[in-house]
């Protein structure tokens, strides 16, 4: 008798950005319980577990476009509120919950979670981390994400610096878990291609100024005119209306029209991945391009133009051989990264990736098979820990104190009929429009 099929793992992604989704997505291919990711293709239906993905509501919510871009299979995938979601969490049965969320969002449905399960004897393993690198807000983001069963570390840097806070605190350090980056991979750097191509990772909101964000294109441009023997791409994020992690004021596609480049310079969209298929010379930032690039040994440099300063998230990058300036890299410059380093950042060019998520697999198998099922959710803060901040963050996803929908929260039963979805898409749109043209002509004002 052939050997019988074994039955996929449930998993539930929730997430609220695009990069957040490609990282909960990604990561939910990576830590599912069964055969490694690496020996079985993630894409494979057969093996791969089954995937649900909610998308949380709110400015940032991913367009049809950009999760396209991202290009992770899922079995369904839907828009929800806190509240809906929740809903959905205490009917369904899931073996992994991943909570893609910024970290107000994550204690939210913790709390909320609690609340649902009441009563259960059986919950999924609840998992959470960062998408990338952990350069601000460090102690108030890690509290925020206490009480999930999994906090992935990107990083054995990470790891180290998670567990320090968690134990300074006097909080439970044991949910910290070492994983890399779910969204690494890809060739190796052979060479140079024909022709030669210099991307620059472009950030929605490093560096905020126009005057910073002109600078940077002007310099880009420049190199482009300097070597018209060279491709130049200016990789972005999103197009004009759409929103990503970070909110983007001044799109360089707006800034970029003043301007007359020469025809060996391009904007280009599209999967990292794919670019860096054909990419020379990754130049950013602070951008996690930067990992993923170095993560293939492609050329990689962290500009150090506008100094390096804990808000561009360059400073992050102290130590690695990457800083450098566009005066050097226009003089021919290339910086060769510092080996230990890259080793305790999570890149793993060393061949190790392979293997980067198996702790992860294994604690999340010996979760589901414990004794009696999982204990309660046991967040950090709790109305008795933190009754001046928690209330508040839970609040914005129309929670009470306790986990509760609160009285006028969204309906959870049904979907929102045609005339809500046209309101609610207009609405998103004000939105975008006040912040990408109205915020910035209010702030100028408010300079003279």
């Known amino acids: 008798m052939p050997a019988s099929t074994p039955k996929r793992p449930r998993i539930a992604v929730l997430a609220d950005s695009d990069t957040r989704w490609k990282w909960g997505a990604l990561t939910a291919h990576r830590i599912a319980p069964g055969p490694s990711m690496e020996t079985a293709a993630p894409q494979d239906a057969q093996v791969g577990p089954v995937l649900d993905g909610f ?7 991913p367009t049809p476009r950009q999760l396209r871009e991202v290009g992770v299979r899922a079995d369904s995938l839907r828009e929800v509120t ?6 959905v969490m205490a009917e369904e049965s899931y073996d992994v919950l991943v909570l893609s969320l910024v970290g107000g969002g994550v204690q939210a449905m913790l709390h909320g979670l609690k609340r ?9 393993v609840v998992v959470t981390g ?4 952990v350069y601000e807000k460090l102690a108030d983001g890690l509290l925020l994400r206490h009480g999930a069963d999994l906090v992935l570390a990107n990083s054995r840097q990470d790891s180290d610096r998670f567990r320090a806070v968690y134990e300074g605190v006097g909080a439970d350090a044991s949910a910290v878990t070492e994983v890399a980056l779910p969204f690494l991979g890809g060739a190796p750097y052979e060479g140079e291609n024909t022709p030669y191509t210099v991307v620059f990772a472009a950030q929605p909101s490093v560096p905020e100024s ?4 002109t600078y940077l294109l002007d310099r880009l441009v420049e190199h482009a005119r300097r070597h018209p023997e060279r491709e130049v791409l200016l990789k972005l994020r999103s197009k004009p209306g759409e929103h ?6 001044l799109p360089y596609q707006k ?3 003043r301007l007359d480049p020469p025809a060996n310079f391009r904007l280009v969209y599209g999967n990292m991945g794919e670019v860096l298929d054909r990419t020379d010379l990754l130049v950013t930032v602070s951008s996690t391009a930067a990992l993923e690039s170095l993560h293939r040994r492609i050329p990689t440099v962290v500009l150090t133009d506008l100094g390096i300063r804990e808000p561009l998230g360059n400073h ?15 003089a021919g410059h290339r910086p060769v990264p510092d080996e230990e380093w890259v080793a305790r950042q999570g890149v793993a060019a060393d061949g190790s990736y392979a293997s980067a998520f198996d702790a992860a697999r294994e604690r999340i198998a010996e979760l589901l098979d414990r004794p009696g099922g999982l204990p309660p959710l046991t967040p950090y803060y709790t109305p008795a820990t933190a009754p001046g901040y928690l209330p508040g963050l839970l609040a914005r996803h129309h929670l009470g104190p306790d986990g509760t929908p609160l009285p006028g929260a969204p309906a959870a039963d049904k979907e929102p009929g045609p005339v809500r979805q046209i309101v609610r898409r207009a609405a998103r749109g004000a939105y975008r429009h006040g912040v990408q043209r109205v915020a910035p002509v209010i702030r100028r004002m408010g300079e003279l």
């Open 116 to 124: 649902a399960w009441d009563g259960r004897t059986s919950r999924p």
């Open 316 to 330: 992050h990058f102290i130590g690695s051989g990457c800083l450098a300036s566009w005066d050097q890299l226009d």
């Open 244 to 249: 990503t992690t970070h909110i983007e004021e």
């Open 210 to 213: 126009r005057k910073d964000r």
């Open 130 to 133: 960062y998408v990338g690198v």
């Open 255 to 257: 800034l970029v029209q």
């Open 82 to 87: 806190a509240v809906e979601f929740l809903r």
């Open 55 to 61: 998308l949380l509501r709110g400015r940032a919510t």
